[in-house]
């Protein structure tokens, strides 16, 4: 018997789920075994179809699945080794630090528009235990108020559009909320303001009652589960596990699972110490990107730069939009590698906000005639 460390593919939500499974025949990965790892660790690629179906371990295997994809998204899990030592040095290449490649960085997008997108839990606050309290500090929003007299600015969340607006509280900002699916343009004091009202659009208005249904049978049947906490963010919902007790994951995944299987046209994916329910629509924070840079008059443009800053996997959407348009880059922000179409990396909010203050800086000498890297 040996252990097979995967990267489960589910084509439907876009969630990767990295599982380890115990294999007596490893007949059903000799395919993708062929070919070169696609994630640091040594890791293999595998449709999850594919993967669900050979692994009828007593009938429980898309909850082990999930539980396993719980557990590898605490960085608590992450222990160090020579192994897990070697893997970051080998990832930390493939994507350097963003305050390191400052220079590189700020020569790529010499001559055009430099539009920043930037999500907020994990980017601009630290993750807390609870998502009520997450709370950005005095001087990251001095900073992202800088920030964004240079530069149109975003900020892209997975949370309800008024209540990350309520944390940031900023009315020069764009405003994306669920996942994309709630924006809205600045409501005052930004140069980069199109129209009169300012953007305004909800890809989901239709979902609204199935939520809000949804989320009161949630509440419900999680009472049972100590420290679990759903979240109405308005188009999706959250249930955070970050203070469940590890051993009752497996008991809230089936929950979840169970409510889910009554709602087919909403869809349930995962985020750090979240899982995540939204409607099957094809919408995301990718193409909330296209929809914001459109907005702006940057749809077919050559000379625009976008620039986006997030830690979760729902930024990978935005993140391969970017790799596809072959303009900007992705910063991810993590300690740990994590498989990302992100071109660079930060290691905390406090990075972030040295990362974004350089380029203030930057831009204020270029406005004086000296343009230089501080």
Known sequence: MTNQNVVVADTNSGLNLAITVH?????????????????????????????????????????????????????????????????????????????????????????????????????????????????????MRATVRKLARFFPTAIVSGRCRDKVYNFVRLAELYYAG???????????????????????????????????????ELVEKTKTTPGAKVENNKFCLSVHYRCVDEKKWSGLAQVVKSVMKEYPKLRLTQGRKVLEIRPTIKWDKGKALEFLLESLGFANCTDVFPVYIGDDRTDEDAFKVLRERGQGFGILVSKIPKDTSASYSLQE???????????????RLAFQGRSRVV
């Open 23 to 139: 294999v007596t025949n490893s007949s059903i990965f000799t395919t993708a075994a062929q070919k070169p790892p696609a994630a640091p660790g040594g890791y293999i690629s595998i449709s999850r179809k594919k993967l669900l179906k050979n692994l009828e371990i007593n009938g429980g295997a898309r909850i082990n699945a999930w539980v396993d994809s719980m557990r590898a998204s605490s960085p608590t899990h992450i222990k160090s080794t020579p192994s897990v030592n070697e893997d970051q040095s080998s990832w930390i290449l493939h994507h350097p630090s963003a305050l390191e490649m400052f220079e590189q960085i700020i020569d790529a997008s010499k001559g055009k528009q430099i539009v920043m997108f930037l999500d907020y839990d994990g980017t601009l606050s630290p993750i807390v235990d609870d998502p009520d309290k997450a709370f950005m500090s005095k001087q």
């Open 178 to 216: 669920s996942h994309g699916m709630d924006i809205k343009g600045p409501a005052k004091g930004s140069k980069y303001k199109k129209g009169g009202d300012g953007v305004v659009f909800q890809a989901a208005s239709e979902f609204l009652p199935m939520i809000d249904e949804v989320y009161e």
């Open 349 to 363: 909010p406090t990075q972030v906000m040295d990362f974004l203050r350089r380029l203030v800086e930057w831009k």
